[in-house]
């Protein structure tokens, strides 16, 4: 019985194995069975032997590989949806101001002869030539427009600073 345990370790064959291809071939036993012959309790019946042999003459059985979990891609897609929302409402929710109220969205301040502006944002950064930020300009800050003529319109603040600003967040008060 020690050469056919032996034989069993080397295919990797469980008494499981052994038990389920010998039911597949006609053979009803059990595990408890098969363990009490190979302890030698037990013999086994010649039909056994044979089919036992049979089966241990074939390839070796393969491990089978672990089922599939698909529970970390599962997580991962939820990160992915969740992240995908989060960043919908940063976009699409203003963020509120020190009132609570929420800050204006740029609007294209009008083209007529109205050079008096108000900031309409929560800050505006006044900027260089060279579209460097200056400074922070607060919400309600009057401003004269000095020039019209690039993308960033040339301001002059009520206490006397000058320079670039984006004219979207420029409320008229002409």
Partial sequence: MTVL???MARKRLTQKDLVERLKAVGIETSKATICRSLKGERK???TELRAIRD?????PVPKQPAP???KGIAIVATLVALSAIAILV??????????GEPTPQATPAPQGRCDKYEIAAKDLWLRDEHTNPVTQLPRGLKLTVKNRETRQW?????????????PGYLKPIC
């Fill in 55 to 59: 089966i241990l003459d074939m390839k």
């Fill in 5 to 7: 345990k032996e034989e």
């Fill in 68 to 70: 599939r979990s698909y």
């Fill in 154 to 166: 040339q301001v002059e603040t009520e206490d006397n600073r000058s320079g670039w600003v984006d």
């Fill in 90 to 99: 940063v976009v699409l929710v203003r963020e509120p101001d020190s009132t």
């Fill in 44 to 46: 086994f019946a010649e």
